[in-house]
């Protein structure tokens, strides 16, 4: 058994996870060097919300900060999150859009791509995947872990397999929602280990409190990888936390061979960033708190905030405990999909409105009826019929990859944009995030010329969307 390799995920989930992806670019760069030399397999670094939250909270151009790091980083690889066919955004774009994504991302310092879909429909991952490979970077495909009728451990190591045949280099068991227990997780990475020739790496969430357990299962059964995140920003709704894991390691089978001493200096680094983040109120105490709900109704941890916020501002948040129990039902009605960006938010907002409203789908938000309809791909499990006619009336079903019937946008996109053009990159910044992009686009040009924007003092770099 070879020694076990580790993804260290401080720069991008785990702050995601625990500040909603708040973690300033100038935060992150002063460590880099010391971080280059620890002797990780990869540092993930980009994508996931980081692109968002760049420009609509930061004022910052996320492709600089992809640059900036990968200036410090010369020796260990760079990871980022794909969201397959919806890249970082929200949607389904057109095939030349999610190429070119590919490519500008490898050319800027980028070396894995871990590349995800929210039904695990292979077909949303094609297009990235033949882009990435072309592009010589790595696919690591992700498998989208989830509990349901129709999920098991046979099954997934049977889409691992369909993966790997489309030209995944590892993957991934992406639990984003803390589901994945010690030893289910031991079984299914001696299944995919049985199954497929690539190497294995295995990711999770402490949200529901199993997450180190999980991860040493993991690695007993042959898992190549880890995600882990260094101590300050770990746990809860983030990674288990990296030093503790590579102690357990020590002097056994899987030593990860990294220095306990020079990761400490790693976690004093972020530990003052970690306390600044308390003290604003961006970091919460609750994020940090086992939550066994988890388990009880696979609700990831992010989307447990949203439904509780979406209830506060319906004014009832009694209703809670109603509404967790009503995402199991919505979540069968609409073919289990797995509950990840978009579909945990899909799902969770239809479950508040079947609660709040007092009647089940007597109101059904466009996003529910494009996910019964078939626009984000197909489900695990054919929806019912009657159901789908309920939700989507005469409407005609998608049948086919959806992007089949996006027309090439990215020539369009870029003659809307000429006037802001200052880097090849803003087009696909645009393509994402089209008004929020403007007005950073409206911020860095009067930042530039030392003007006020209206939406932002460049001295200060408020910027209010």
């Known amino acids: 058994m070879a020694k076990v390799k580790i993804t260290e995920t401080v720069l991008r989930d785990s702050h995601q996870s625990l500040i909603a992806t708040r973690m300033k670019t100038d935060e992150m760069l002063p460590i880099l060097e010391k971080m280059d030399k620890i002797g990780y397999h990869s540092l993930e670094a980009w994508g996931g919300a980081t692109f968002d939250a760049c420009i609509r909270f930061l004022n910052e151009d996320p492709w600089e900060r992809l640059r900036k790091i990968r200036d410090r980083v010369k020796n260990t690889k760079l990871q980022m999150l794909f969201r397959g066919q919806n890249i970082l955004g929200y949607r389904h774009y057109a095939d030349d859009v999610v190429r070119y994504f590919v490519q500008k991302s490898v050319a800027n310092g980028i070396d894995v791509i871990r590349i995800f879909d929210a039904l695990n429909d292979a077909r949303n991952l094609k297009t990235a995947i033949d882009a990435t490979k072309k592009e010589g970077g790595h696919v690591q495909a992700a498998m989208s872990y989830t509990l349901s009728p129709v999920h098991s451990v046979d099954s997934f190591a049977a889409y691992a397999k369909e993966l790997e045949e489309m030209g995944a280099d590892s993957i991934c068991i992406k639990d984003m929602a803390g589901l994945l227990t010690p030893y289910t997780a031991y079984d299914l990475v001696k299944a995919l280990k049985e199954t497929v020739n690539v190497p294995i790496q295995v990711h999770t969430h402490y949200t529901t409190g199993l997450a180190s357990m999980t991860i040493l299962k993991s690695v007993e059964a042959g898992a190549d990888i880890i995600d ?131 009647e089940r789908y007597k109101m059904v938000t466009k996003e529910f009826r494009g996910l019964v309809k078939g626009e984000y791909g197909k489900t695990p499990v054919k929806i019912d019929e009657a159901f789908r006619r309920s939700i989507i009336g005469d409407a005609e079903p998608i049948d086919y990859r959806p992007a089949d019937k996006l027309e090439p946008e990215l020539e369009r996109l870029r003659e809307e944009i000429r006037p802001y053009l200052e880097q090849d990159e803003d087009v696909l910044t645009y393509a994402l995030f089209d008004q929020v992009a403007l007005k950073f686009f409206e911020y860095r040009k009067a930042k530039k010329y030392g003007l006020d924007a209206e939406h932002g003092d460049p001295a200060n770099g408020v910027h209010t969307v």
């Open 228 to 358: 882990t995140a260094i101590s300050p920003f770990a746990m809860g709704t983030s990674q288990p936390p990296t030093e503790p894991i590579v102690a357990s390691l020590v002097g056994t089978e899987y030593d990860t061979g990294l220095d306990l001493n020079a990761l400490n200096e790693i976690a004093s680094y972020f530990t003052p960033i970690r306390e600044k983040y308390i003290k604003s109120g961006q970091l919460d105490p609750k994020v940090l708190k086992v939550d066994v709900r988890g388990l009880m109704y696979q609700v990831p941890g992010g989307m447990l905030s949203n439904l509780v916020s979406q209830l506060k501002q319906a004014g009832q948040s009694e209703k809670l405990e109603e509404v967790l129990a009503e995402v199991p039902k919505v979540r069968e009605d609409a073919g289990f999909p797995p509950l990840v960006t978009p579909t945990s938010q899909i799902v969770g907002t239809q479950a508040v409105l079947n609660v709040v409203s007092g």
